[in-house]
């Protein structure tokens, strides 16, 4: 995505209409409290990881009504010219704090929470809960598969079959549950991802054998390449790979499977490879995978996992489910009111919160949520119980952590999920649904 | 999504290293025949919908390698300087031709087959099949959910619960099936979309009570409107919009339910308005909804529905399955052969084919697809049995076919859809799963 697109109309229509009548009814400037959170974890997993947060900051900083956009409202009449100034003139002022990229969290963890005007707050629901709802379904599933694949190797391969640009996007979240490349070039450029990926089958069928196919790619990309061996009978497929890399002078680099029974498969080509003499030829595998296959795979002789379609569509959970709700807002007189709406189904806990993980013996035991008027309120709390703070600063009077965006963002964020992953209790890293990890705690001191 | 943005790098880097071992080895330049289509149809459903045709002759428009995506991939060294002359260079100037956008489609039918040479139609795999898995995905759960609704209109709001440009294709995937409006306001400058939403619960919650708020929405939007009445207590909710609405000199437009249990509720609500003499006032319904949950309401006083989470990830199915394979290639005489992966469990049948559908006292009864050198070859077979040739050309000779994504294709796909859909049996239209809704019937004349 070019970076100065501005994403000032990924927007549901309703934030603009409540915007105006905001504004006429002089609530546009009460100073409120944004959470986002899930009510419950997809599926009953075992945690979730927050992942996005560089392109939230990107979202809120491109937020902004260039011409083009305040003309095109303009002529759907849908606000009026109060409001229309107020957009023209419209950037995020406020505050938000949030767990950082790469953090678990769990049911009730507020993973960002935005403080300004109501007007600048509600603007940004849409594009917030897009990226957040679209980046941690991926990270999550990217996390179970990285905890089933035991250190092999994970590497993104699903761009065909999601959105173009979630495809990018979903790279980036592969990364943080622990991906080590991508089949995309755009999330190599826009990232820094390693990119990987030598062939499909097509370019073995263009060819006139299997043969010409193999020394055509070993010839451009080298003996160390990746030959996939499937396009007609695995066995010959294998052993003229070999012959391909050392025709060339040297060892082949790795054989990929993409069909079959590839547990079998795997127990077959290594022993053929071995038996062969190439003991340095490793074995990747591509086909359907998911974190349950990918652990069934974990007792074969299998070197890396390519993962498409089950990772960028979260794995049966394609959306984080969270939500972005008003939890308190100026009232009449000045101060601060805790809100939430009455509904039974659809519980909210209302008011500013503050979130803590507190670990016991190196191991998390527990989410404490506090609710109190500020950080600093609520820190005597957390402090009490021993637990870690969970919220760092990502936008301070509309000015953006640039640590928490720029290119080193990813690297930590990875790492962070890495530590955040490994402090779960045992439990919470099994692939079965179940409990959350940890329980998450509610203490309100309002 | 500005539509002067390069989608070259929306594209994994085997396509690239493949272009660059053909140029090697001599075989870039041969005829090949690609085609796209699907081995299944996800979970058993009846019938897919073909969408995304116009973003795909977009992105064949934008393909194309700028200095800086030339910069960035020279850098990266995946390719050698022969290919990267290659790329500067790049315009696709075959031949496409294609399901028109709206078509049902079914296991093996070829929805999009593409002519040219092996290098200019393999870099176009990756960006072909995310647009056309993404956008056939939603548009044909959009279907199942306009079928359930039995002609209450739906209504896209799933912006927030995906990618945030996913949200735009997805609604207007989304027009394609039946729905007639989406919430986000980028769609409707897009794709002419028309824009829903009025108001969420923060915008109640923002205010002091609900009458404050409900009548700074009438004084904004008009009595016209659509008041959310769920946020404290939906019977007093409801009385106070019909106030709010009379208040201000007229009767409300409609009430929007978005939680607990609907059916119950509708006609509760229902009843409600009726005594109050709002019989004009409208009920919409908004709560994590898909096809069923549409269908279980059928006999409750709602008029429509608004669809979100379910509608844009693909109601369980978030990706069409659709692949794009190598069918046919011009081989070392000149003269072109059939070719097709051996594998049993990924079954491909060779050979460029024609499609047509059989079609017998106005209820479609088969698939028809004819493996030969031509559509002209094909078309008596086509004749003899009665069948409508389905693809129509959208790219001839590098030349895109402006009325499949000018202005008026959307609402010809969204036509073309109900009449598709239509023509199916009956058992088509079920919900359940099951067999597709008319067998596909392969006819080989090389």
Known sequence: MPTDASTALLTDRYELTMLDAALRSGVADRRSV?????????????????????????????????EAELAWIAQTGVVGDETLDYLAAYRFGGDVIGYAEGECFFPGSPVLTLQGTFAECVLLETVILSVLNHDCAV????????????????????????HEWSAVAAARAAVVGGFAGTSV????RSYGIPTIGTAAHSFTLVHDDEEAAFAA???????????????????????????????????????????????????????????????????????????????????????????????????????????????????????????????????????????????????????????????????????????RPLQVPLVSAGVIAEEHRGPGALRAAAERHLASRAELPYEGWRLSEGEPAIPTRHVTLT
């Open 34 to 66: 944004f959470e986002v959170f899930g009510r419950r974890l997809p599926a009953r997993r075992r945690y979730g990881v927050v992942a996005g947060t560089a392109r939230v900051l990107d979202a809120i900083a491109d937020f902004r009504f260039g």
């Open 139 to 162: 990270a999550s599933a990217a996390s179970r598969m990285t905890t089933a694949a035991h250190g092999r190797p994970c590497l993104e391969m699903g761009a065909r079959r999601t």
């Open 185 to 188: 070039m755009e999330a190599g």
């Open 217 to 387: 790619q070993v010839a451009a990309l080298g003996p160390g390449t990746t030959l996939l061996v499937d396009t007609y009978d695995v066995e010959r497929g294998v052993e003229r790979a070999v012959r391909a890399a050392r025709t060339a002078g040297g060892e082949l680099g790795a054989v990929r499977l993409d069909s079959g029974d590839l547990v079998a498969q795997a127990f077959t080509v290594r022993a053929q490879l071995d038996a062969l003499g190439a003991a340095t030829t490793r074995i990747t595998v591509t086909s359907d995978l998911d974190e349950y296959a990918i652990a069934a795979l974990g007792a074969a002789p299998v070197d890396s996992y390519g993962v498409g379609t089950k990772l960028v569509t979260g794995s049966g959970h394609p959306t984080a489910e969270l939500v972005y709700k008003l939890v308190a807002r100026e009232g009449a007189d000045g101060k601060m009111v805790d809100v939430a709406k009455a509904s039974a189904s659809k519980k909210s806990v209302g008011g500013f919160k503050t979130a803590g993980r507190v670990v016991e013996d190196g191991v998390a035991a527990e989410e404490l949520v506090v609710a109190a008027d500020s950080l600093a309120d609520a820190a005597p709390v957390l402090t009490a119980a021993g637990a």
